[in-house]
């Protein structure tokens, strides 16, 4: 087991990649810890919302609307998550939000347990919840550098990138099971357990979380001059708005309870195998990454993997529609999609994380998570608006066949996604 070291205060930025490479640093398994709880709560609490906002109403529309709801706070208070992280200690910032996000979680069970619950609980609980994951991830990301080597950054995001795709294995399974043995009530109860546990991982690293250097405060000023960095930065800005294209018209995450049960007629196992499947592929693609270590075209790897994830979502419509017996298929197809999708979510943070010196990290990474949340809300309502009109087969082919040429268009506008190498650009830090 390798000592324990803070990344960027170490003095070992070229530290040798060993065989588990960062998760061997003590704090960097209990940052690993954490994500994986939170994870499996966000994926798990995502099905179960989905399976419950249209258990009561039945309306695909009802879920693009959760959707909007969701988006909401990631418009109002993107910005402000990454000004505090650049100004305030991230590991608290953590901890706090992770709280909410538990005490939010913890009254929705007494809701179903009594009978009172309605659909516009659901919205609004799932505006709370996004807005304590919106203020707190800018700093979780920004907060990932500290605990490993620079030479570890790489391999520490590929790490952490597996959770955030792989647990949409754990936790859709996890609740579909639970739906089907003890209820959806229970389902959310062990769903806030899992989010009380992050919290206490969170609170066991060592690392420090405050600030380097001298005081910052949280102000437009700040806000803007991420924005103005960033502008500096084709290959991020760049990579940021052509995932927001994609997602605007290929999140389909929210659909599948329509998928499973109008396409598939299976009952909640099958719809948790549904929602899972993507993670099969992540697996695949976190394997194929950490195999490869530190490519240095990160852009190129971005622009190839949207590409694929556009094919993929048409080619999921495709087999809906011409072999709907074919539940299989539409798995397999799935774990394309997920295998696409980390690896331009691994890419794209580590540019961040790359690109961004420490003190601009977190505003830089709230305009990534911003333009993600806004594209996965504006795909949620899209796909559901499309879905009631075209039915769900079409709407994937359609939208499908949209994403693909908003990567087309993307590639061939920012030239500095493809020109990018690190092996030519100075360090960050």
């Known amino acids: 087991m390798a000592t324990e070291r803070q990344g960027e205060e170490s003095g070992t930025p070229d530290a040798p990649l060993g065989r588990w490479g960062a998760l061997a640093i003590r704090d960097f398994q209990l940052f ?42 990631v418009i109002v208070l993107g910005l402000l998550g990454g000004a505090l992280a650049d100004a305030v200690d991230r590991k608290k910032l953590l901890i706090y939000t992770q709280a909410a996000n538990f005490a939010g979680l913890a009254l929705l069970p007494v809701l179903i347990f009594t009978g009172a619950v309605q659909v516009w609980h659901l919205w609004l609980l799932a505006s709370f919840w996004s807005g304590m994951s919106i203020l707190g991830r800018p700093a979780e990301r920004a907060f990932l550098p500290r605990l490993v080597p620079r030479s570890h950054v790489m391999n520490g995001i590929t790490w952490f990138g597996a959770l955030s795709q792989g647990t949409l294995f754990g936790g859709p399974l996890v609740g579909g099971v639970l739906i089907a043995l003890v209820g959806v009530g229970w389902a959310f109860a ?55 294209g994609v997602m605007s018209f290929g999140f389909f995450r929210i659909i599948m309870p329509a998928l499973a049960e109008d396409v598939y007629g299976v009952d909640a196992v099958g719809l948790g195998m549904l929602v899972a499947a993507p993670a099969a592929g992540s697996f695949l693609g976190t394997a194929v990454l950490l195999r490869m270590g530190d490519p240095p075209r990160k852009g190129v790897m971005i622009v190839l993997a949207n590409v694929g994830y556009s094919l993929g979502l048409a080619m999921l419509g495709l087999a809906a529609l011409a072999l ?46 911003i333009l993600a949340g806004l594209g996965n809300g504006t795909g949620s309502a899209v796909i559901g608006g499309v879905s009631s009109l075209a039915g769900v087969p079409g709407a994937f082919i359609i939208n499908g066949c949209i994403c693909l040429s908003i990567t087309a268009a993307s590639g061939l506008t920012w030239r500095g996604i493809w020109r990018h190498d690190q092996r030519t650009e100075p360090a960050a830090d």
Do not use: C
């Not at 919290?199 to 949280?218: F, H, L, N, P, Y």
């Open 324 to 369: 709907s017996s074919w539940f299989y298929v539409a798995l397999a197809v799935l774990a394309f999609l997920g295998l696409m999708d980390v690896v331009s979510f691994t890419a794209r943070q580590a540019l961040i994380q790359l690109v961004a010196p420490d003190y601009y990290r977190g505003r830089v990474g709230s305009f990534s998570s």
């Open 190 to 244: 062990v769903n806030a357990v899992f989010l009380l546990l992050a919290v206490i991982a969170t609170m066991a690293i060592r690392t420090s979380g405050g600030q380097i250097g001298e005081a910052r405060r949280v102000s437009l000023a700040a806000i803007w001059e991420g924005a103005r960095f960033l502008r500096t930065k084709e290959v991020l800005w760049g990579a940021y708005l052509m995932d927001f």
């Open 32 to 73: 690993w810890a954490q994500g994986l709880l939170q994870g499996l709560a966000r994926n798990m609490r995502e099905l179960l919302l989905g399976f419950l906002v249209f258990d009561l109403t039945g309306s695909t529309l009802d879920l693009g609307i959760t959707g909007i709801f969701m988006t909401l706070p």
